[in-house]
């Protein structure tokens, strides 16, 4: 009712114009309302496909990514394995060809070492000497090497039996005593059959082969570190050890054979 006395009082103002502008600004007002509100789902749809599209985009994008990171990823693992493979055949033929060296090097070195070892036997005066080696060539479950010797050369004098292929792996701990006393008095240590009975041992270097030993003079053979990596035995069987034994030129002798023994991958002889 309010709005009807409202357009009559415009009528009666202002007549028809009055009455046809209002109805111009009504029917402009909702022509405005329904175009805003189509702008407006436009705009929301046009923002919608456009969020739509981005989205799309950055998944394709991280699906791009991925399968180049994926590709990469697996031609870095096959280089890498390939890398591997070649440093473990490396590594393989760099040991086979180390290993074929060394015995090429003690067998070039066998003849001297034997003539420095008939050295020590005639020098000394004694009927055996050998040269004991330790290695260590297994281990138990835990990784720990066992450490045995082996006699590898051998001189002795005519009508002397050789025990060199008999003393093969043979335990270390039948020479703690022996090493014991070489650590003791840093030196050679001499063995008479005094000793042998009054310390309570005997035939500490064969394992009962021999059982007739009037002495043992046993000497240390040692590595550029200065550990202990071996042993010379002087045995007397025909007489007694000297009692005045000349422990320098025994020392020189020692040092000579210590130095053909030692294998260096660089070396070349």
Not at 64 to 70: A, D, K, R, V
Not at 198 to 226: A, C
Request: hydrophobic share 35%.
């Amino acid at each position: 009712m309010e709005n009807v006395n409202k357009i009559a009082e415009i009528f009666e103002l202002y007549g028809w114009p009055g009455i046809l502008a209002i109805v111009l600004v009504i029917s402009l007002w909702f022509i405005l309302q329904k175009l805003l509100k189509k702008t407006s789902e436009s705009t929301t749809k046009t923002l919608s496909k456009g969020l739509n599209d981005i989205a799309m985009n950055i998944n394709n994008q991280n699906e791009y990514l991925i399968q180049t990171i994926t590709e990469q990823s697996a031609k870095q693992q096959e280089k890498m394995f390939e890398l591997l493979s070649q440093s473990l055949i490396k590594h393989d033929e760099d040991k086979a060809e180390k290993h074929n060296e060394s015995m090429n090097h003690r067998m070039r070195v066998s003849d001297t070492v034997m003539n420095k070892l008939y050295e020590i036997l005639n020098y000394h005066n004694a009927q055996r000497t050998v040269i004991i080696e330790f290695h260590n060539s297994k281990e138990n479950f835990n990784g720990l090497s066992f450490v045995w010797y082996d006699v590898q050369y051998e001189a002795h004098q005519r009508k002397i039996v050789p025990i060199a292929s008999r003393c093969k792996d043979i335990q270390l701990s039948k020479l703690y005593k022996i090493i014991d006393d070489i650590y003791s008095c840093d030196g050679p240590v001499i063995y008479t059959k005094e000793d042998f009975e009054k310390q309570g041992i005997y035939n500490l270097l064969y394992n009962d082969i021999e059982k007739e030993v009037n002495g043992l003079i046993y000497q240390g053979i040692y590595s550029d570190d200065n550990d202990l990596i071996g042993l010379i035995c002087l045995e007397y069987l025909k007489n007694d050890p000297p009692k005045c034994l000349d422990e320098d030129e025994l020392n020189t002798q020692t040092a000579a054979i210590s130095a053909l023994l030692k294998f260096n991958h660089f070396d070349i002889i």
